[in-house]
């Protein structure tokens, strides 16, 4: 069964830096476009980042844009979202989520409807 497991969040300063993690099981992580997503309260889910399976595409939002970058490891069946220069905005719960099988590509922009499968989700606060 496919599965999706973040780890990695917690509480940051403002300015400082965390590397998100999604750990996948059940399935060739390789045959599947990830993304990454957060939702703080009282707002919709916004799309983060997606890379393809292959690695070689990537897409970020507009408000994550040269502060994040996405990258993975299929060998480790894992695809880890690194962030610098958070922001007290960039507060909210991370998740990440798979594109069915045989939607290997990433697209801009990042629609949470694209994505079928999702893990549970990971807190980050950004505070001083």
């Known amino acids: 069964q496919l599965q999706l497991v973040e780890s990695g969040g917690g509480l940051v300063q403002p300015g400082g830096s965390l590397t998100l993690s999604c750990a996948a099981s059940?399935?060739?992580?390789?045959?599947?476009?990830i993304g990454w997503f957060r939702q703080a309260p009282g707002k919709e889910r916004e799309g983060v980042s997606c890379?393809?399976?292959?690695?070689?595409?990537?897409y970020y939002g507009d408000s994550v844009k040269g502060r994040f970058t996405i990258s993975r490891d299929n060998a480790k069946s894992t695809v880890y979202l690194q962030m610098n220069s958070l922001k007290p905005e960039d507060t909210a719960v991370y998740y990440c989520?798979?594109?069915?099988?045989?939607?290997?590509?990433?697209?801009?922009?990042?629609?949470?409807?694209?994505?079928?499968?999702w893990g549970q989700g990971t807190q980050v606060t950004v505070s001083s």
């Open positions: 890379i393809s399976g292959t690695g070689r595409t990537t």
């Open positions: 989520a798979s594109r069915p099988r045989g939607f290997n590509g990433c697209d801009s922009p990042i629609l949470h409807d694209a994505y079928n499968s």
């Open positions: 059940g399935f060739i992580l390789q045959y599947y476009a």
